[in-house]
Every structure is written in structure tokens, then in C-alpha cells.
């Protein structure tokens, strides 16, 4: 309907322009640098190497502990969104503040607070010790640092969207006497994937790929607790450029490849709430 | 009904609860980690450490590279957001996707590209070199690691509420003969505003923190390229935990308040959108 | 409105080219004749401080030019990428020929540079110890006890860090005394080793974080000189244990002629190393506990070195290509201890 042909508002050319100039100078152009690089090495010669055991375990490793630890801040990043936008309590303001420190404090520094607080002499880590569970050098260990590291990327994309959203349905869904559970899966739910979507996929990606914090706490075995950064790092220092660059082209794929799932899903989403009449 | 309001109560409680101690253990701990290691010494050590002639060098260049990050991305952000949401293109998906690649990409691969382009080894190096203009392992390096990670970061905040505040009000405003800028800064810019000042405060924080990129691309020239998180690193390195930690309380104190300002700026704004 | 439209935009404008060339111009050392930057590795730091200053003062006594040093330090095999990447060193101050050798294959430095200054152009040397807790509850003397299976080892990957390569090699080292040069007992007992390895830290320093810090494992393989540090920082926590045989460690200095060359300081960069051999020099490394190559001095340091142990050169496993190819290449020994 609105799609009339001719653009009523200004300012594509511009805004485009410098779009993808900046696009291009920061990301496109060094990103097709390694994949120029990495195509040194014949396509055999490229998988022989991304098939390493070593390799393959660290993928395993790097996958289920990104995984999981976008999973934990899917929901918490849900509750915090929520008890955020609709409680008022006191200290809310300063809770609300501290959701961006992780991006603030250096990984190392987070890596090594985070090891020797989860060490079996640490605080959180003696508590564990005494079920059995060891939290540091573990994969279980890994995971917490990521959690730590994706916890503003749910709650700081859900909540503006649930400030925005409009009460009047909900209102209207209680007046007609439908149970809180079901209000939230139907109304609210619908309205906060996207953002939940987006959120999550941008954590996942970013645990992916972290490196600072990890190798603290991670105990770094083969096979066991290694991450594929890591092995990059121990490529590069072997001077392996080209096993390193193949690695990190199947590593850039991959979060490639999630973005544009997640940004799809998304668009079927939005189109979906605005009635398909898109 | 009374049934009802306690459930929610309880709901409510619960969740609050919830919220709290998730952000106690992954956030209060370490933080309570980083101050009481930092004082371990006592404050004079503290102090020493702050003040060391390094470190005020590597808060220096922090600084510098976070505001270039900053002011880069919000032009971007800006003009993406305008773009991605105002005008229907083909290729769009790709577009957004491509400028949240960045914020995935590992920071070791971040940094491993541009020494590829900018490196010894990069056919452009000769050229770089006769035109005296180092990159890698200097500070432009620095400066451009940095605006990679936080690249999407303004554009991310932005989209959204652009999107959800649709174009009607633009379009009538340029149907009347408003210019471009009269109608950015009148009608769109008062909705973004708080968002925008997120996905700012976002950036600055994330530039500020930012160390797997950096510590690729900087060479750890002390005192020359060293930033504050890579003098953490050095610092613990070397054994001197006490200050280590001291440093990246410095971190932690401008990252709150960063954050004081952004809940003050904010708070004010919705006092005056009340009115 | 357009003539404050305008100036704003003129106002960004200048700020974002001075933001620019304020960011490209590379400027060091400012107040100094001339500086020179000595790329090193991680646990040098305390050593060059203390040099820098006796090398500024000698360099004034000689030519009257102030010199400003400045140092930059990381994970050995890193620092020598970086250098090969196009990081500006005048000297590099490493701690294995090997990365070094990699610095000269990329064309950076003359062949030949280990014959231009004494005893292999290595100043200082060190060697590979034990360190362990207090009282040494588990009992632990020798290499032999390492692979016990109530012992926890903390030692650094050797992959990823150049220095874990002499822990490694210490271990070899013992084996073949042990076992007679016979291979497959060799690696049966490095395998056994590494299977006691709790963490397996990507660096020296996180190594000994993980046993110091956040007391992980029994016996921390380490070299001499951090040991000696750590035991100096907490003398009620740790003792040291001379194992029966080890290595000697020779990290490497070598002047980067391409760089030296550019930039004219050659003259400087040489004696920058040079003057490592001085006396003074000398006594300065003993003081940080890196052992000298001054015999005479050495003697005066006996009380703090052990000088019994049976140390083994690299020379002694055939030079640093044969064992990184056998050892820790792909597919090398130290990937099969993690093949199944």
C-alpha cells in the first residue's frame, strides 16, 4: 500500500553511501582478505585441515559451550528485560545500569575474576565443590564465562521493545479473563521474538568467537576443554597461516550463517505480526 | 480475583528474585573480585598503580580510539538505520547481516584480518611504508580494530524503534516540503534519542573493554600502544596481580560512570516526556 | 538554520581530519635523540627495566645522545609474528633460537646472527625446575614422579607457548637418560606426563596463575627465574625442586637488520646487545635469576643457582627443526599423547 513508487522521504543516496563505504572499508574488504588467503590452500588441502580430530573436538567444544550459554541468557536476558520494564522495586536503577558492565571490563580481567571465583578454593566454585561439581577447567566453566560475556546482548534487545509495547491487547486479554500464562504466551511472546531472536543470535555468535576470558578458565586440554580461538592462536604461533585463516574462514561462515538465519527468522516474524499484508 | 493479584505478586517476587541473584553471582562477584584484589595491598599501591606514567598513557590512547569508535559507529548507525528502515532495496537482509558481522566474528580473527591487509606480508604494505604510514601495530591499527567490534552496535539499537515508530509522520512532514535534515532532527530524532543514547553508551563500553582485536594488532609497545586492557594483561603477565587489578578498576569505574550519566540522561528525558 | 547547519558541518569536518592525522602520526619517543624498541617475551620485564637504565647511561657516556628503549612484551613465538607482521623492533630478545629463525627466514634478519655475539648470541640462560607447596606433601624429586598418578602437574601448552617448549623438553630429556634413547618408553613416558597435566594454560603466566592463584595441581614445571620469583613473593607457600637432569635454556637476542637498517640505528641496536655481556649486565641478570654466561659471575651467584643439575643443550636433541617437526608439529608427538 505505502510502497508508492516514487521515495517520499530523503536522504537514501546519503545515508546509503555511507553505508557501504564504511561497510566496505571495515568489514568487507579484510573480511574477503582471509578468504583470499585462505584459498592458497587447495580445497582438499582446506579440508584435510578443518577436519583435524583436533579441530572437529574444538568445534564440539566452542558449539555446545556457545550454545548453552546463549540458551541461560535467552531466558534470564527475558526475565531481566521483563522485571526491568514492568516491577518497580528498589535498586532498580542500579540494576538496570550494571547490565552493560561485562562489555566494559576487559575479557581478560573477566577471565581471571571469574577462574578464581570458580576454582574449588573460590567462593562460588568451594560451594560446588562440596556436590561434586567442578565448575573451573571444565566445559561447565567455559559456559559461565560466556554467560557473562552475552548477558547484555537479550535483555538490552528485548527491553526496548517491551517499553514500547502497547498495553491495550493485554489489558484487553485480562478483562476478558484469560490466565497470565496465556497472555504471555500469546500476546506478549509473539511481539518479543524478534528481539529475542536477534539477542540470543548475537550472543551465540559472540560466545562463539570469544577468546579473552575463555582461555583462563577453560583449562584449555585437547579434546576436552579447547576452544577453536585457541587453536587459531596456537596455529598463528606455529606461523600456520593458512591452517589459521582456513579455520577462522569455517569459524566466519558459521557466524555468518546464524546472522542470516536469525535476521530471516525475524523478517518472516515481523511481516507475520503485521497481519501478511506485507 | 484476590487469587490472582497474590499469584502475580508471587510471579513478581520470584522473577525480581531471580533477576537478583543471576546478576549478584555473574555480575557483583567478579566486579567485588576485581576491587578487593586491587586493594589487597592497601591504597597506596592502588594509587602508585593508577598513577603510573604507563598507565595514564594507556587510559590515554583508550580514550582516544573509544571516541573515535564512537563518533564512526553513530554516523553509521545512524545512517544505516535510515537506510534499512525508510526505503525498500534488494539485498537489505544481507545488508543488516553484513553489518552485524562483526559483533560474532571472533576478536582474534578480527584482528588477524587487517594484519592480512595492512601487514608486512600484504601487497600493500610497500606502498604504506614509502607513504610512512604504519598501521599495524600503531595506533591507527588500534583505533580500527576497535570500531570493527563495536561496528553494529548504534545501528542495532536504532533499528528497531525506527521500525516500530513507521514513516507516516516523515512522510507527511516531506510531503509539505520539510528537507531532509528539518525532518530528521524534528520529528525523527526525538523518538530515537533514548535509543540512540543506549546504543552510544553501549559502544563507548564495549570500545572501552575491547581486547582480544587490540592485543593482535597492537605490538604492546608500552607506553605507545598499549591500551588499558592490554596494560591489564601485561601487567598480570608479570605478576603484579595488585596492580593489574587496579587497572581494570579503572575500567570498571568509567564504565559506571558511563552508566550514571546514561540513567540521569534518561531519567530526565521521560520527567520531560511526562510533562 | 542553514548557516548553523553549515558550521556545524565545517566544525565536524575539522574534527574528524584532525581526529585523523592526529591518529596517523606515529610519533615516539618524544624528548629523546632516539629510540629504539626491544621486542621481548613475557617474563623479561623486570630484567630490561634495569638494563635499560645502565644502556642509557652507558649510551650517554659513549656518544652523548639520550636513548629512550622501549620494550614490548608477549608470548615469544607472538612477538616474533608480530615483528615478521611489520612491528617496528630495532633488537628482539627472545626466548627460542627457533622464533628467531622464523624472524630471519621472513628476510628480516641476516643469516649468520647467532655467530655475531658470544656463546650462541645468548646472553643469559636458564633452566627448567619444579616448583611445589610447601614442605613438598607429595614428594616429588625428580621427573620420575611426575607421572606418578597422585601427582597433578600444571604445565603450559607447548603449542601455544614457546616457553613450554623447554618444559617439554626437560621431560625428553630425562626420558632418554631414563630409558636408554628407547623411543617408544620415551613416549610412553611423555604420554603418561601430559595425562597428569590438569590444566594445560596457553602461557607461562596463566600456568603459574592457575598453581599460584587458584591452587591448582601439585607440581608446577616452570623456569628457574619465575619460580625463583614466585618463591620470593610467597616464601611460606613454595619451595623449589632441582630435578636430577633438565635443559639449558638459551633465549636468543638478535639485532633486525631490515628494521635497524631503515631506521639508521644499527649502531645503537648492536650495542644495545652487545652491552649485554658487560659485567654490569651481567650481574643484572643473576639478579633477576636468569643465570649469566659470565662463568665469573655465575661463581658469585652459586649460593642461588644449583649448579649440579645435568643440563642438556638444544643441540643435544638436534637442533630447534628437527624438534619441532618430530615434537609439535601437526601430527607431531605431543599431538599423539592426545590421540586417543
Known amino acids: 500500500m505505502k510502497k508508492s513508487k516514487k521515495r517520499v522521504i530523503p536522504g537514501f543516496g546519503l545515508t546509503m553511501g555511507v553505508t557501504i563505504t564504511m561497510l566496505s572499508i571495515v568489514v568487507l574488504i579484510p573480511l574477503a582478505s582471509l578468504v583470499v588467503y585462505s584459498s592458497q590452500l587447495g580445497l582438499r588441502e582446506f579440508f584435510e585441515v578443518i577436519t583435524r580430530k583436533r579441530v572437529l573436538s574444538s568445534f564440539y567444544v566452542s558449539f555446545i559451550t556457545a550454545l548453552g550459554a546463549s540458551l541461560v541468557n535467552a531466558v534470564m536476558g527475558l526475565i531481566l528485560a521483563w522485571v526491568l520494564v514492568r516491577y518497580e522495586f528498589p535498586g532498580k536503577r542500579i540494576m538496570d545500569g550494571m547490565i552493560e558492565l561485562p562489555f566494559a571490563l576487559p575479557t581478560a580481567v573477566a577471565g581471571i575474576s571469574l577462574t578464581s571465583l570458580t576454582s574449588d578454593q573460590g567462593l562460588i566454585g568451594n560451594f560446588f565443590a562440596k556436590f561434586g561439581i567442578k565448575i573451573a ?40 479473563g484469560a490466565k497470565p500464562g496465556y497472555i504471555f504466551r500469546r500476546v506478549i511472546l509473539p511481539e518479543l521474538l524478534p528481539p529475542l531472536l536477534t539477542g540470543t543470535g548475537l550472543a551465540f555468535g559472540r560466545c562463539l568467537g570469544e577468546y579473552g576470558s575463555v582461555v583462563f578458565i577453560a583449562g584449555n586440554r585437547p579434546y576436552e576443554t579447547e576452544i577453536t580461538p585457541l587453536i587459531i592462536m596456537s596455529e598463528l604461533q606455529e606461523f600456520d597461516y593458512k591452517s589459521a585463516t582456513s579455520i577462522a574462514l569455517v569459524m566466519l561462515i558459521a557466524s555468518f550463517l546464524i546472522l542470516f538465519l536469525m535476521n530471516l527468522m525475524q523478517a518472516r516474524n515481523s511481516k507475520r505480526l503485521r497481519g501478511g499484508n506485507v | 480475583m484476590k487469587n490472582r493479584e497474590n499469584e502475580s505478586k508471587i510471579v513478581k517476587y520470584l522473577l525480581i528474585g531471580i533477576s537478583v541473584l543471576f546478576l549478584f553471582v555473574m555480575l557483583v562477584l567478579p566486579l567485588f573480585v576485581v576491587v578487593t584484589e586491587a586493594l589487597k595491598k592497601g591504597w597506596e599501591v592502588y594509587v602508585e598503580a593508577v598513577t603510573d606514567s604507563y598507565t595514564i598513557a594507556a587510559l590515554m590512547l583508550t580514550l582516544k580510539a573509544t571516541v573515535i569508535a564512537v563518533v564512526c559507529n553513530t554516523v553509521l548507525g545512524l545512517c544505516a538505520a535510515w537506510a534499512v528502515t525508510r526505503f525498500q532495496f534488494k539485498g537489505k537482509k544481507l545488508l543488516t547481516t553484513l553489518i552485524d558481522v562483526p559483533v560474532t566474528v571472533s576478536p582474534i580473527i578480527a584482528g588477524l584480518i587487517y594484519l592480512l591487509i595492512f601487514g608486512k606480508q600484504s601487497i600493500l604494505y610497500p606502498y604504506l611504508q614509502k607513504a610512512n604510514v604504519q598501521i599495524v601495530f600503531a595506533v591507527p591499527g588500534i583505533v580500527l580494530a576497535t570500531v570493527f567490534v563495536t561496528f553494529p552496535f548504534v545501528f542495532r539499537e536504532l533499528l528497531p524503534v525506527l521500525e516500530s515508530i513507521g514513516t507516516d509522520e516523515e512522510e507527511a512532514a516531506a510531503l509539505m516540503g520539510a528537507k531532509g535534515w528539518t525532518i530528521f532532527s524534528k520529528i525523527t530524532f526525538p523518538h530515537i534519542k533514548w535509543a540512540l543514547l543506549y546504543g552510544i553508551v553501549l559502544c563507548t563500553a564495549r570500545a572501552m573493554g575491547e581486547f582480544g582485536a587490540v592485543s593482535v594488532l597492537s605490538g604492546h609497545l ?40 546514561r540513567s540521569v540522561m534518561e531519567h530526565r528525558g521521560k520527567k520531560e516526556g511526562e510533562v | 538554520m542553514t548557516k548553523k547547519k553549515l558550521r556545524s558541518l565545517c566544525l565536524a569536518a575539522v574534527l574528524g581530519i584532525a581526529a585523523f592525522t592526529g591518529v596517523c602520526s606515529y610519533d615516539a619517543g618524544a624528548g629523546s635523540d632516539v629510540h629504539i624498541i626491544n621486542v621481548s617475551y613475557d617474563p623479561t620485564r623486570e630484567l630490561y627495566e634495569s638494563y635499560n637504565k645502565i644502556f642509557q647511561e652507558h649510551w650517554k657516556e659513549e656518544t652523548g645522545q639520550d636513548v629512550d628503549v622501549i620494550q614490548s612484551h608477549g608470548g615469544s613465538g607472538k612477538q616474533a609474528l608480530e615483528v615478521i607482521n611489520g612491528l617496528q623492533a630495532d633488537v628482539v630478545t627472545l626466548a627460542l633460537e ?70 617439554y623438553l626437560a621431560a625428553w630429556a630425562y626420558a632418554q637418560k631414563a630409558y636408554n634413547n628407547q623411543e617408544d618408553k620415551m613416549e610412553e613416558f611423555i604420554k603418561k606426563l601430559y595425562q597428569n597435566v590438569l590444566v594445560l594454560d596457553s602461557g607461562a603466566r596463566s600456568a603459574t596463575t592457575s598453581f599460584v592463584e587458584n591452587g591448582q595441581g601439585d607440581v608446577l614445571i ?63 641478570a643473576a639478579e633477576n635469576y636468569y643465570r649469566p654466561v659470565n662463568e665469573e659471575i655465575l661463581k ?21 627443526q628437527e624438534v619441532q617437526e618430530k615434537h609439535f608439529a601437526d601430527g607431531g608427538i605431543f599431538d599423539q599423547i592426545y590421540g586417543n
Open chain 1, 137 to 176: 577447567y571444565t566445559k561447565l566453566g567455559i559456559t559461565f564465562a560466556l554467560i557473562f560475556v552475552g548477558i547484555p546482548f537479550v535483555a538490552r534487545a528485548v527491553q526496548p521493545v517491551l517499553e514500547k509495547l502497547d498495553g491495550s491487547y493485554e489489558e484487553a486479554a485480562r478483562v476478558m
Open chain 2, 222 to 261: 608500552r607506553g605507545l600502544t598499549n591500551t588499558l586492557p592490554l596494560h591489564v594483561e601485561i601487567l598480570f603477565n608479570e605478576f603484579q596481580y595488585v596492580p593489574a587489578f587496579a587497572v581494570s578498576s579503572i575500567l570498571v569505574i568509567m564504565a559506571v560512570i558511563l552508566l550514571i550519566i
Open chain 3, 98 to 167: 627457533y622464533d628467531i629463525n622464523a624472524i630471519q627466514d621472513a628476510g628480516m634478519i641476516d643469516e649468520g646472527w647467532k655467530e655475531e655475539l658470544p656463546d650462541d648470541s645468548a646472553p643469559y640462560t636458564s633452566t627448567i625446575v619444579f616448583l611445589v607447596r610447601k614442605g613438598n606433601p607429595k614428594n616429588i624429586q625428580d621427573w620420575d614422579d611426575l607421572i606418578r598418578d597422585d601427582v597433578d602437574v600444571i604445565t603450559p601448552n607447548p603449542k601455544t607457548s614457546g616457553g613450554a617448549r623447554w618444559n
Open chain 3, 222 to 284: 616452570a623456569w628457574e627465574n619465575e619460580a625463583f620469583l614466585s618463591v620470593q613473593d610467597d616464601p611460606d607457600e613454595f619451595e623449589i625442586i632441582n630435578p636430577s637432569i633438565s635443559v639449558l635454556a638459551q633465549p636468543s637476542v638478535a639485532v633486525v637488520d631490515e628494521v635497524a637498517e631503515n631506521r639508521g640505528t644499527e649502531d645503537i641496536a648492536k650495542e644495545y646487545l652487545n652491552y649485554l655481556y658487560s659485567d654490569d649486565a651481567q650481574r643484572i
Open chain 3, 300 to 320: 658469585e651467584y652459586s649460593d642461588v643457582f644449583d649448579l649440579t643439575m645435568e643440563l642438556k643443550t638444544i643441540d643435544d636433541f638436534s637442533g630447534w
